[in-house]
């Protein structure tokens, strides 16, 4: 094993996609199995917490990080088995997430295309459960494993305890800070499905009467739309959705149509109601509001941006202010969706 490169004092701003300056205390890119055991046996042994990073599409860095970062590198994908209806794969946590649908579908392996274009890792995907036009990885997840950062023992999970739930998992709760993501395996079909029951892609396929709705095409048309519609993070740093959408009791939702008529709302399987944030934000006055260099994005009220020299503390003053009065007006209380690391300093 070649010696491990910690680098000290890191500026982190290149490795997370809302460009926030910051600097990790350690950091170091781990590449293989062998070289996460010595980055954690380090960081026992200098009594640092360990902060696990993908591609840092995720994250606020509201300050400095009292931590020894380990950015996953490592890469693979393996065939573990296929039947004649199926085929899982083990896909290491280092790879990039749009590249692995890319590749699935040229393999001819099907589920994943409602997913494309989500930046980040496969090892942060369970993290939140990612989710997009109508489909989550849990769809096609078997397993997850991971490394305990406290004593290296090795982990699996099955799908069903990871808890998955809307942007939400264990790894947010009952194991968070507790693991780092090693490698995920996915099942997926050998025949050709889609699923376009997603407004904006079944809109999409209405539109375009002379694309057949193959895979590829969903593919396509997820790449296409998103492109149109949402900010690319290399050109104007931001995090994709700051706000999860609320999720409400039908009553709740009943009494808030008395004021706001217009306020769309989704039922979820589970009796539940899903509200879109974007809505309530933009419905406050939000959408296009810039201070300073933090922002909401002209098109997508979810979005927050940093035009240029913004730091994590101003983004969050600007997202406690848009928090704040969507609920003076709706009385919903919005939980930002990516994780905030680092005191402002
Ligand atoms: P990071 O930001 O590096 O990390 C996120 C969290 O996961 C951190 O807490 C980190 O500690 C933890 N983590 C990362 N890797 C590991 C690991 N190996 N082991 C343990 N913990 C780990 N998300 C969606 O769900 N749907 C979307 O449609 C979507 N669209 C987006 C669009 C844009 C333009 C952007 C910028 C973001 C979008 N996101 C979306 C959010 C983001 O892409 C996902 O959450 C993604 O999974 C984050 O991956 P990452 O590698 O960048 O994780
Ligand atoms: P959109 O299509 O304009 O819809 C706005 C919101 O309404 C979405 O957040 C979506 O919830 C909800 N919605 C719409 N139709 C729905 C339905 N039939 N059932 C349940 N909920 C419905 O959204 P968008 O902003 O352009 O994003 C498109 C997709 O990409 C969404 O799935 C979104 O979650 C995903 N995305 C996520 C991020 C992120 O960072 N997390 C960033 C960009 C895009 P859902 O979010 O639950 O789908």
């Known amino acids: 094993m070649k010696a491990m490169n910690i680098q000290f004092g890191e500026a982190l701003r290149r490795y997370n996609t809302l460009a926030l300056q910051a600097r990790a205390q350690a950091f170091v890119d781990v590449g293989s199995d062998a070289e996460l055991l010595a980055a954690l046996a380090w960081a026992r042994a200098n009594q640092l917490p360990v902060l696990p990073l993908g591609e840092g599409s995720n994250v606020v860095l509201a300050g400095n990080i009292r931590a020894l970062v380990v950015r996953q590198k490592t890469r693979g994908i393996q065939v573990l088995k296929a039947d004649a209806d199926t085929v899982t794969l083990r896909i290491a ?3 990039n997430w749009h590249a692995l649908v890319r590749w699935t579908l040229e393999q001819g392996y099907f589920g994943l295309q409602n997913l494309a274009l989500i930046p980040g890792t496969v090892g942060a995907a369970p993290i939140q459960n990612i989710g997009a036009y109508g489909v989550e990885l849990q769809s096609c997840l078997l397993q997850v494993h991971a490394r305990q950062i406290a004593d290296d023992q090795r982990v699996t999970l ?10 939400d998992s264990v790894f947010k709760h009952q194991l968070k800070d507790q693991l780092v993501i090693t490698a995920v395996d ?32 969903v593919f396509d048309a997820v790449v296409s739309i998103r492109s149109s519609k949402l900010p690319n993070p290399a050109l104007l740093p931001n ?18 149509h008395t004021s706001f008529p217009a306020l769309p709302a989704f039922p979820q399987r589970d009796g539940t109601v899903k509200l879109p944030a974007a809505w309530m934000i933009d419905h406050c006055g939000w959408k296009g509001f810039r201070r300073g260099d933090s922002g909401v994005h002209e098109q ?23 928090a704040a009065s969507v609920e ?14 680092g005191e402002p300093v």
């Open 300 to 322: 997508h009220a979810l979005v927050l941006v940093n035009y240029g020299d913004g730091s994590g503390a101003q983004l969050l003053e600007l997202a406690n202010d848009i």
């Open 239 to 256: 995090a994709g959705s700051f706000f999860k959408n609320p999720v409400l009791g039908q009553e709740q939702v009943n009494t808030l």
């Open 328 to 341: 003076n007006t709706f009385g919903v209380r919005l939980e930002i969706e990516p994780r905030v690391y």
């Open 186 to 217: 996915l099942q997926l079909s050998l025949h050709p499905y889609v699923n376009i029951t997603y407004p904006a892609l079944g809109n999409y396929f209405s539109e375009h009467p002379r694309i057949e709705n193959t895979p590829q095409a």
């Open 93 to 95: 946590a280092g790879e």
């Open 158 to 167: 099955a799908s069903e305890d990871c808890a998955f739930d809307y942007r």
